[in-house]
């Protein structure tokens, strides 16, 4: 019988559906608030689907994990009325999500 404990993934692409994530462009603030939400995801241990779980589920967001991916990769700018709710989950204040000019 085979055995259903899950292990932790220690793959750099664990939560990123199997895809590399890409990198966004630092030398425009909207590129370093994407790394910024990255990395203090990742710092939090959360994976992208459970940031989209909590964020739709505990804030009421309507978002899919693909369209959080963009705003992780830069491609799209993180919707201001989101602030608040990703801040919650990543268990911080806007001040401190937010990177320094």
Known sequence: MASSTK???TDSTAGTMGRKPSSPDSSTYAGRVAARLRELREKK???VEHMVNSL???HGANIKPVTYYTYEAGSRD????????VASVL????????PPE
């Open 45 to 47: 241990g959360l994976t």
């Open 91 to 98: 268990g911080t204040s806007i001040a401190k999500f937010l």
């Open 78 to 85: 993180l919707p201001l009325n989101l602030f608040p709710a």
């Open 56 to 58: 739709n589920t505990l």
């Open 7 to 9: 292990r932790k993934s």
